[in-house]
């Protein structure tokens, strides 16, 4: 398998993509792709039909598949070695997990407007609009309902490491990002997944990219 991807530190959906490989136990082969840089439309170009979306990343080529949507593409993975190794068990669990990674991958249009994800960069963000507070507000009051009802068997939002974790990765960078402020239990949460191994292998490539986006560079 190959997976394309965009550059590490500003790529929200890449890094979903990429968690959702890492979590499948299966070999990819990783080809990054910097969007927005000076290359975008040659490398599109040349990879051809491996990018049928119009340039999107992330993507997942399987053999004649070719899939080109984060959610997509863990499903298709979740497919392959097993649900359980992505979602709760519980039927209630899987359900609430369900609606919220649904819920990620489809809402939030302020919070990534205005608080884009910039891993390298920490800046204290004194003034957040109103519609990104709202839903900031919003994804604590979900964090905080997953983590009390199914959280007791781990550190992370449904007790171990699974979809709902992959889907709100980008988010806790954000908030690392931009001096987000948290409850305890939220901060509790985002520093183990912060630590996660993978995590980390995601954060200390981003910091060796050579590539700057100026429009990510200037928020707050």
């Given amino acids: 398998m190959k997976l394309i991807i965009g550059n590490k530190n500003y790529s929200s959906w890449s890094m979903r993509g990429w968690l959702a490989a890492k979590q499948s136990g299966l070999s990819f082969e990783e080809i990054t792709v910097p969007i927005l840089g ?127 974790d992959i889907f709100y990765a980008p988010v806790v960078s954000r908030f690392i990002t931009y001096g987000i402020g948290v409850p305890g239990f939220a901060e509790a949460y985002m520093q183990a997944l912060w630590e996660h191994a993978w995590m980390q292998e995601w954060v200390a490539a981003s910091e060796d990219e050579q590539w700057v986006i100026e429009q990510y560079e200037s928020v707050g």
């Fill in 38 to 164: 000076e290359h975008w439309d040659r490398q599109k170009q040349e990879m051809g039909d491996v990018q049928p979306s119009h340039g999107k990343v992330p993507i997942l080529w399987d053999d004649e598949t070719v899939i080109w949507d984060s959610l997509a593409i863990m499903e298709y993975l979740a497919d392959k070695v097993g649900r359980d190794r992505f979602w709760p068990k519980d039927d209630s669990a899987r359900g609430m997990a369900r609606a919220m990674v649904a819920e990620m991958h489809s809402s939030y249009a302020a919070l990534r407007r205005d608080l884009p994800m910039n891993v390298r960069r920490k800046v204290k963000l004194e003034d957040v609009s109103e519609e990104a507070r709202q839903d900031i507000v919003r994804i604590l009051t979900l964090w905080a309902e997953a983590r009390s009802r199914y959280g007791s068997s781990g550190p992370f939002l449904f007790g171990t490491f699974g979809a709902a």
